[in-house]
């Protein structure tokens, strides 16, 4: 039994979605029944499941409300995750753990291997790296899969924003000096469901600890990124504003952005043999289904 947590979120859907499509037994959870701010909460879920392999997507994603609400989102990367490995190191079960790009500064120039130094640059990123600290450092059969920029045909993310955005403005601004790649939640809960079924079968493989980076082939800025969305939306008869690339400077948020996230997955390629499509190739499924979605009027009853 795969217990999948976060099962609200944008990931934790597609891996209940995926799991189901390949007939793999699964619990999905999300709050209130498993919240890590409530800690006994996660020991009677766990209890109740007992399952045979964990993936964690659950988290807290807020990056600039992180600033300002610390505790939360200590407990939802850090704390939280970390009571997660250790039921799963007593159970001697693995855990497939998800992390994020903003464990890096960006300042590198190139793009990150697992072996780089992090250094975030807010409570998010920081948060996050220590919540991966800290897993590693149980005895856990552990692997944390650092990922970036994820989007769904569901839930709040870029893509969405961008096109509601568009149907209220004529003229948009963008930030276009911040780099990385867009990551489709299908194709990353593919290639943790991918791994969840090698385990399943093949059992632990203690080589396969450790840190992976897996997002999309390709990069982009986020200027980039809406730019191709709307390249799509406007072929369906969206609207298709006009996008001005701005800085950083000129868009200031609460938790600062790092500037080049951009994500080294050759280990996942050399490792495991998983390679994620390029962004380019996944965007366009999601677009259509984002545009469906949010203009089908609700149904009166």
Excluded at 134 to 145: D, E, H, K, S, V
Excluded at 193 to 208: E, S
Aim: neutral net charge; hydrophobic residues 45%.
């Amino acid at each position: 039994m795969i217990l999948i947590t976060g099962a609200s979120g944008q990931l934790g859907r597609e891996l209940a979605l995926g799991a189901a499509a390949r007939g793999l037994p699964f619990r999905a959870v999300s709050r209130p029944d498993f919240d890590f701010e409530a800690p006994e909460s996660v020991a009677a879920c766990f209890a109740a499941t007992t399952p045979s392999l964990v993936i964690n997507a659950a988290a807290y994603t807020a990056v600039d409300a992180a600033e300002t609400n610390q505790a939360a989102a200590r407990a939802g990367n850090h704390t939280g995750p970390l009571q997660l490995a250790e039921l799963c190191a007593a159970a001697n079960i693995p855990l497939l753990h998800v992390s994020t790009d903003y464990v890096f500064d960006g300042t590198k120039g190139a793009p990150y291997r697992e072996t780089d130094p992090t250094n975030p640059t807010g409570v998010y990123g920081a948060t996050k790296r220590d919540g991966e600290e800290a897993i590693l450092a149980t005895p856990a059969q552990a692997m944390i899969f650092r990922t970036a920029w994820v989007y769904a045909a569901h839930g709040k993310n870029f893509a969405r924003t961008m096109l509601a955005a568009a149907r209220r403005r004529p003229d948009l601004r963008v930030v276009a000096d911040q780099r990385g790649t867009p990551t489709a939640a299908p194709d990353l809960a593919a290639a943790l469901l991918t791994v969840a079924a090698r385990l399943h079968t093949a059992g632990w493989q203690p080589a396969w600890r450790g840190l992976y980076h897996a997002t999309n082939e390709g990069e982009t800025t986020w200027h980039g990124f809406a730019t191709e969305i709307f390249r799509l939306s406007a072929a369906a008869g969206e609207p298709a504003p006009t996008i001005a690339a701005i800085a950083t400077a000129d868009w200031p948020t609460p938790a600062r952005r790092p500037a080049d996230s951009r994500l080294d997955c050759t280990k996942l390629r050399a490792k495991l043999g998983i390679t994620l499509p390029d962004w380019r190739d996944s965007l366009p499924s999601i677009v259509s289904a984002l545009i469906s979605l949010d203009s089908t009027p609700p149904v009166s009853i």
